[in-house]
């Protein structure tokens, strides 16, 4: 069982940054793809960026490429989401997931979810 757990969230104006982590439990965590989806109110929650287990690979939504940046520390077993340029359509709750096969943009791949962060952007 891996457990996951964001921090970071909170509210910030337009044009201001955040950085989210998540923290995972497992020792097996170089091993699992990691990635971020986001659910604002009223909509599904969606596809964020995503990374390979031994960070050499990312994948970006067209909405947050170039003003966001997902990375990973093996060794603290983290992964975080560095958000600049943050526009008020990207407030959300923000989650952390893990993939114990592969990296990808679907959420069907991922098999465990932090409990999410807060982010709000005012215009």
């Known amino acids: 069982q891996v457990q996951l757990a964001e921090s970071g969230g909170g509210l910030v104006q337009a044009g201001g940054s955040l950085r989210l982590s998540c923290a995972a439990s497992?020792?097996?965590?170089?091993?699992?793809?990691m990635g971020w989806f986001r659910q604002a109110p009223g909509k599904e929650r969606e596809f964020v960026a995503t990374?390979?287990?031994?960070?050499?690979?990312?994948w970006y939504a067209d909405s947050v490429k170039g003003r966001f940046t997902i990375s990973r520390d093996n060794a603290k077993n983290t992964v975080t989401l560095q958000m600049n340029s943050l526009k008020p359509e990207d407030t959300a709750v923000y989650y952390c997931?893990?993939?114990?096969?592969?990296?990808?943009?679907?959420?069907?791949?991922?098999?465990?979810w932090g409990q999410g962060t807060q982010v709000t952007v005012s215009s």
């Open positions: 997931a893990g993939a114990s096969n592969g990296y990808s943009r679907w959420m069907s791949r991922y098999d465990y």
């Open positions: 497992a020792r097996t965590f170089s091993t699992y793809g």
């Open positions: 990374i390979s287990s031994g960070a050499d690979l990312t």
